[in-house]
């Protein structure tokens, strides 16, 4: 054995000692635990569920209004009480002042024209808010110990756990092993969920069950919300459960259906799609005049780029054209075209090799930046 030659586990065990080191040392001498993630408190979005209280989108203000009691005419629109979208009908004795936490009375803003919380307490109390979502954004740690920042445990364990499964990966520069293994199917895994997750939150709740029943989602998913309920989607609705009628042992042909309509539909959208950009677009770029002038000025730069780039295509062409037979002039034209396909592949494989290495230095810059606090 030829000591003077590290090997590849003692070069692993040096790395993994000067790791721990540098961990303890920012640990117990700096103060900072690497990879530590805080939090700030923005504010909150009070939800109200209660009969009489709307959000008004062009006030951007939760509205308390009274049904008109019977044999009292409609209130007059000069009252400063009345708001927006309700003055025959329903007039608005209060509106909710987010900060104060309270119901007040509503004001004209002279610039803008829409009504603003005043500091005059409602004469009438309304219902205090169902629920209350907390408004939250990502601290550095440069401002921990300011007010309303925290330190958060769920992202700092989320990070320990990125930068662990990335030394897993990195592992399989050395060999394939277990830690390697483990992560590739937490990937996988975790991915296909996510996207699972993704696709329920972004897709169906919002664009069918919002469609269907805006009220619920409104009440407790996206407070937001304010759509009218549309029949039209519950046709999408049959043919998602004719979908899942694929797991079934019995009536998987009834699954067809929904899929057909799912291929035809996409196959049409994505043809126009291809028409435009692949073909029409490049088409389009192809046709370039051999001659640029500008400002009536011959352009020479312009001219032979142009010129290169027509030749360069019709030379591809006429590999492709095997109606005559590539001799002659037509056989140079094929060899050059051969040539022009050559470096456009190198220069996509170039760009790819490009993109794994922005990669590359991505993860390691999560490393030794967001992890270790070496850099930045």
């Known amino acids: 054995m030829n000591r003077g030659k590290l090997t590849p586990s003692l070069v692993g065990g040096l790395l993994l000692v000067m790791l721990g080191s540098w961990i303890l040392y920012s640990t117990l001498v700096r103060q900072r635990v690497p990879g530590a993630q805080y939090r700030q408190q923005r504010g909150t979005i009070d939800v109200f569920d209660a009969q009489g209280v709307f959000w008004s989108e062009a006030d951007q203000l939760w509205m308390l209004a009274v049904e008109p009691q019977a044999g009292v005419g409609a209130a007059d629109e000069s009252d400063p009480r009345i708001g ?15 900060e104060r936490r309270q119901w ?13 919380p005043s500091e005059e307490p409602a004469s009438r109390e309304g219902p205090r808010p169902a629920r209350v979502w907390q408004l939250q954004r990502g601290a550095s740690a440069a401002q921990a110990g300011e007010p309303n920042v925290q ?27 277990l830690f390697y293994k483990l992560a590739e199917s937490l990937v ?9 997750a993704v696709g329920f939150w972004t897709m169906i709740v919002p664009n069918l069950i919002g469609k269907l ?11 937001e919300h304010r759509e009218p ?8 609705l049959i043919l998602s459960l004719m979908l899942l009628w694929r797991l079934s042992p019995r009536g998987g042909w009834i699954a067809r259906w929904p899929l057909a309509f799912v291929i035809g539909i996409t196959a049409g959208f994505r043809l126009i799609a291809h028409l435009e950009a692949d073909f029409a677009i490049q088409i389009q770029a192809t046709i370039l005049p051999l001659i640029v002038r500008e400002n009536g000025t011959f ?39 051969i040539w022009v396909l050559m470096i456009t592949f190198g220069a996509g ?15 390691l810059e999560f490393l030794l930046g967001d992890w270790l606090r070496l850099i930045g």
């Open 84 to 98: 927006a979208g309700a003055e025959a009908e329903a007039p608005i004795v209060a509106v909710w002042h987010a």
């Open 151 to 177: 330190f958060c445990w769920s992202q700092t364990i989320g990070l320990w756990i990125a930068a662990l499964l990335t030394l897993c990966v990195f592992s399989f520069l050395y060999r394939d092993n």
């Open 229 to 236: 309920p549309q029949a039209i989607y519950y046709v999408v």
């Open 104 to 116: 007040v009375v509503p004001q004209r803003d002279p610039e803008t024209g829409v009504w603003i």
């Open 299 to 337: 352009h020479l730069g312009f001219s032979l780029r142009n010129a290169a780039i027509v030749f360069s295509v019709f030379a591809c062409l006429t590999y492709f054209f095997f109606s005559i037979e590539h001799t002659g002039v037509v056989g140079r034209m094929a060899r050059l075209g």
């Open 213 to 223: 029943w805006p009220g619920f989602v409104a009440r407790h998913v996206i407070p």
């Open 349 to 363: 494989f170039a760009y790819t090799v490009m993109g794994r290495i922005t990669l590359l230095t991505q993860r």
């Open 188 to 196: 996988v895994g975790v991915s296909a969920a996510y996207l699972m």
